[in-house]
């Protein structure tokens, strides 16, 4: 999984300095963060309606797709502000064997 994420992220990465037409990604980066925010953003609507849907039908093909597109401009907004995925990677590996209430109890609060 680690090799999937590393490959993708020199992908994501290589793509900064391309024209914009030359890739869906490099377009993506040259509309700017808040297009990409879009995108996360509507790839979660969609991923929440397949399972919504699979919960129904029993077929859960339509929500890995979606699940993949929002992981992938996920990735992308992390891209575009300078981070690796190791940086999740590292974290939910920080909250593995933390309780869920624990962890949420020592955020700071905004």
């Given at each position: 999984m680690?090799d999937t994420?590393?490959?993708?992220?020199?992908?994501?990465?290589?793509?900064?300095?391309?024209?914009?037409?030359?890739?869906?990604?490099?377009?993506?980066?040259?509309?700017g963060?808040?297009?990409?925010?879009?995108?996360?953003?509507?790839?979660?609507v969609?991923?929440?309606l397949?399972a919504?849907?699979?919960a129904?039908?029993g077929?859960?093909?339509?929500?890995?797709?979606?699940?993949?597109?929002?992981?992938?401009?996920?990735?992308?907004m992390?891209?575009?502000?300078?981070?690796?995925?190791q940086?999740?990677?590292d974290e939910l590996?920080?909250?593995?064997?933390?309780?869920?209430?624990?962890?949420?109890?020592s955020r700071?609060?905004?």
């Amino acid at each position: 999984m680690t090799d999937t994420l590393n490959r993708l992220a020199q992908v994501l990465e290589e793509r900064k300095g391309a024209a914009a037409d030359s890739s869906y990604v490099a377009s993506l980066y040259h509309k700017g963060l808040n297009k990409i925010l879009e995108k996360v953003g509507e790839e979660s609507v969609e991923t929440i309606l397949a399972a919504k849907d699979a919960a129904i039908s029993g077929d859960c093909s339509d929500l890995i797709y979606e699940t993949a597109d929002l992981w992938f401009h996920s990735l992308v907004m992390l891209a575009q502000l300078g981070q690796h995925p190791q940086a999740v990677l590292d974290e939910l590996d920080r909250r593995f064997g933390l309780s869920g209430h624990v962890e949420k109890a020592s955020r700071p609060s905004a």
